[in-house]
C-alpha cells in the first residue's frame, strides 16, 4: 500500500517537473529529423500491417486444415457405416441365400412329390383334379365275390378264437388274483374284449384279440385321472393323454384325520379302524409311481403286470398242453400260445384304468398301428376310447337296414392297406385311421344309404373321404370334442367340449412321413382292382381258415 502511495507522487512530481509551462526549455523548435521519425513510425506502422496479414494468413491456414481434418474424419466414418452396411447386407443376403438353399433340398428330399402335392398348401391337387385319380373300382358282381369268398371265408373262426381266448385269459387272471395280496398289490379286475375282434371287422392272419385289464390300487390308494383338457394348456404331442395322480384316503373328501393325528389307547376310528391306521404320506412311496413323483409309471406298471403274469402262468402251466410266451418284444403285453402243432394264437393284454365311472380306459401303451405318436414321458397314459367305439358301432348296426355293409367297407379297406404295408412297408396311415373315417360317414349319412347294394358306393365314398383327409392333413377325432355324437353315449362333458383333435397333426412337421403314406395311399388305389380279382380266383395260404385243433384243445 505504501509503496503503491510513493509511485504516485513520484509520477506527480515528474510531470510537473517536466510541465513545459514550469520549466520552458531554451531551444522550443520542432526538431531537424522530425521527417526521420513519422518515416519510422510508417514503416514500423506497415511492418505491424504486414504482420498482421501475415498471422490473419496463418489463422486461415490453421482453420483451412482443421476444417479439412474434420471433414476426412467425418469422410472416414461414413466409409466406416458403408461398410459395415455393405458387410451386414451381404451377411443377410448369404443368410437368406443359405436359407433358401436348405428349404429347397428339403422339399427336393422330404417334400411331397409333384405328382402328389402341388407347390401350395391351399392347391390340393386331388380335390381338384379327378377323384382319387381316376380309380375305378371292379364290378358290383366282383366286388361281392371277392368280398364273400376272401373276407367272410377268412375270418369264419373268428368266433371260437375268441372263445378260446377268453376262457384262458379268464383262468389266468383268476391266478394272477390269487397270488397278489390285496394289501400291498395291485387288484386285477375282468378283462374287456376291444377293437376289430370284438367289432366284427377282423381281416388280418393270424386273428389277434385285444383285451383291456383294469386295476385298482390297494388300498388306502386310490387314483385320480387328469384329462388334458382340464382346463391347463398342453403341448400338441399330450393331446389325447392323461395323468394319473396316486393319492391316499387321507387326501380324499373325507379328510378323516385319524392319519394326522395320534389317538388315544382308548380311542377308536370308525371308518378305519384299529387295525388299518394308514401309513405316512409320502409320494416317493406311493405304488409304481414315477421316482420323486405322485403320478403312475407306465413303465412301472408294465413291469409288474409282465412279472405278474409270468407268475401267473407259473402256477396253471401243468393244466395245458402248449407253451406261453412273450411276443413283440415292441408292444409290452403281446403274448402268443404255442402249440405243439407249430400253430401259434397271439393275443394282448394292455392294462387299464378306468376314468372316473365313464367307459374312457387309460391305457399304458397301444400297438403301433394304433397309435399317432409317442407320449412324451412316461407318466403320460393314452386315453382309449374303443369300448365307445364298440358301442357306438353295436348301436348303428342296429338301426342300420340288415346286412348293412358298413362293417364291408372298413374289412375291404383293411385288407387293401394290410397288402400294401407287406409290399412298401408301414406308412402312417393305420386301420385306426380307417375306422375314424367310417364312424364319420355313419353319422353323416341316412341308415338307408348302407344297404347291402350299396357297397361299392359307400367303399369308393369311404376311399375318397379318406383322400380328402390326407391331402387336407386333417382327420379330427371322432369323439373328443364332436359335438354331433348323441349324448347316449354318456361321454365325460369335458370330452364333448374339448378341441377337436387333429389325428393327422403330425403329418404338418414329419413331411417324410406324409410323403410315403400319400404315395402308399395312391399306389393302394392303383393296385386295388388287380388285386381284388386275383384273390378272387385264388385265396392264399394265409387267408385259409386255421385247422379245428389248432384252435380247440
Known amino acids: 500500500m505504501a509503496l503503491g502511495l510513493f509511485r504516485v507522487c513520484l509520477v506527480v512530481v515528474t510531470a510537473i517537473i517536466n510541465h513545459p509551462l514550469l520549466f520552458p526549455r531554451e531551444n522550443a523548435t520542432v526538431p531537424e529529423n522530425e521527417e526521420e521519425i513519422i518515416h519510422k513510425m510508417q514503416a514500423h506502422q506497415e511492418k505491424l500491417q504486414l504482420e498482421r496479414l501475415r498471422l490473419e494468413e496463418e489463422v486461415a491456414l490453421l482453420a483451412a486444415e482443421k476444417e479439412a481434418l474434420e471433414q476426412a474424419a467425418a469422410a472416414e466414418g461414413q466409409q466406416q457405416n458403408d461398410s459395415r452396411t455393405a458387410w451386414d447386407l451381404w451377411s443377410t443376403l448369404c443368410m437368406i441365400l443359405f436359407l433358401a438353399i436348405e428349404v429347397w433340398r428339403q422339399d427336393y428330399q422330404d417334400g411331397p412329390s ?83 375282434m370284438y367289432e366284427n371287422w377282423q381281416v388280418d392272419k393270424p386273428l389277434l384279440c385285444r383285451l383291456f385289464v383294469p386295476f385298482i390300487p390297494p388300498e388306502p390308494y386310490r387314483f385320480r385321472p387328469e384329462l388334458w383338457c382340464s382346463g391347463r394348456s398342453v403341448p400338441l404331442n399330450r393331446q389325447g ?69 409270468t407268475r401267473a402262468w407259473h402256477r396253471i402251466t401243468h393244466k395245458y398242453e402248449f407253451d406261453l410266451a412273450f411276443g413283440q418284444l415292441d408292444t409290452p403285453g403281446s403274448l402268443k400260445i404255442k402249440f405243439r402243432s407249430g400253430k401259434f394264437m397271439p393275443f394282448t393284454l394292455i392294462p387299464a384304468i378306468q376314468c372316473d365311472d365313464s367307459d374312457l380306459y387309460f391305457v399304458s401303451h397301444i400297438p403301433r398301428e394304433l397309435s399317432g405318436g409317442t407320449p412324451a414321458s412316461s407318466t403320460d397314459w393314452l386315453l382309449s ?47 385306426y385311421h380307417l375306422k375314424t373315417a367310417l ?80 404315395d402308399s395311399f395312391y399306389e393302394m388305389l392303383k393296385n386295388a382292382p388287380a388285386l381284388i380279382t386275383e384273390y378272387s380266383l385264388h385265396i392264399p395260404s394265409d387267408h385259409v381258415s386255421l385247422p379245428q385243433k389248432a384252435v380247440v384243445l
Open 114 to 196: 409333384p405328382e402328389c402335392l402341388g407347390g401350395d398348401e391351399d392347391e390340393l391337387p386331388g380335390l381338384e383334379g379327378a377323384p382319387l385319380r381316376g380309380f375305378a373300382l371292379p364290378s358290383k358282381a366282383s366286388l361281392d365275390h371277392f368280398y364273400e369268398r376272401c373276407i367272410r371265408g377268412a375270418t369264419a373262426d373268428a368266433a371260437r378264437t375268441r372263445e378260446f381266448v377268453e376262457g384262458f385269459v379268464d383262468d389266468l387272471l383268476e391266478a394272477l388274483r390269487s397270488l397278489c395280496s390285496r394289501d400291498k398289490d395291485m387288484e386285477v379286475e375282468d378283462f374287456i374284449g376291444v377293437d376289430s
Open 241 to 309: 393323454y392323461g395323468q394319473i395322480r396316486v393319492v391316499q384316503a387321507d387326501d380324499d373328501t373325507l379328510g378323516c384325520i385319524c392319519g394326522k393325528t395320534k389317538l388315544g389307547e382308548d380311542m377308536l376310528c370308525l371308518l378305519h379302524g384299529k387295525n388299518s391306521s394308514l401309513p405316512p404320506s409320502s409320494e416317493g412311496e406311493d405304488p409304481l409311481c414315477a421316482r420323486g413323483s405322485p403320478y403312475l409309471d407306465t413303465m412301472q406298471v408294465m413291469k409288474w403286470f409282465q412279472g405278474a403274469l
Open 385 to 431: 376310447f374303443a369300448v365307445y367305439e364298440r358301442h357306438f358301432l353295436r348301436t348303428m348296426s342296429k338301426a342300420l337296414p340288415e346286412a348293412a355293409c358298413h362293417l364291408s367297407c372298413l374289412q375291404i379297406a383293411s385288407f387293401l392297406l394290410s397288402k400294401q404295408s407287406r409290399l412298401t412297408g408301414p406308412c402312417g396311415l393305420n386301420n
Open 439 to 518: 364312424l364319420h360317414l355313419l353319422l353323416s349319412r341316412r341308415a338307408t344309404d348302407w344297404k347291402a347294394g350299396q357297397l361299392d358306393t359307400r367303399l369308393y365314398e369311404l376311399l375318397r373321404f379318406l383322400e380328402k383327409s390326407l391331402l387336407e392333413r386333417k382327420l379330427h377325432h371322432f369323439f373328443i370334442g364332436n359335438r354331433m355324437v348323441p349324448e347316449t353315449m354318456g361321454l365325460p362333458e369335458a370330452v364333448r367340449r374339448a378341441e377337436p383333435l387333429n389325428l393327422f397333426g403330425h403329418f404338418v412337421l414329419q413331411r417324410s412321413l406324409y410323403r410315403k403314406t400319400v
